[in-house]
């Protein structure tokens, strides 16, 4: 895949609740309770197996879940981020 450059990443993350930290895009989610959390992670996770383009998860605090996107194989932000941050989205 072709890494998108900084300007393009930029105006993709306009207006979204997607933050950029070096190479990734990020965002953070508050649940309710620890079971709240990891039922969205089980959700996201096949969401991401049906992709086949895994995000990095951390579930801290006990009901947060920070999710990182970013092409490893490529060593950046592709389309491939941008299109699995989107069916995320419509999971939050």
Known sequence: MTLLS???IDRR?????WGHDANSIV???????FA???????RV???AETANHHPD???HGYNKVR???STHSDGGLTDADFALAEKIDALA
């Open 57 to 59: 998860l951390l579930v």
């Open 36 to 42: 709240g959390a990891i039922a969205f992670v089980n």
């Open 6 to 8: 900084a300007s393009e």
């Open 45 to 47: 996770a096949e969401v």
């Open 27 to 33: 965002r953070e989610l508050t649940f309710a309770d």
């Open 67 to 69: 999710i990182e996107l």
């Open 13 to 17: 993350l306009q207006g979204s609740a």
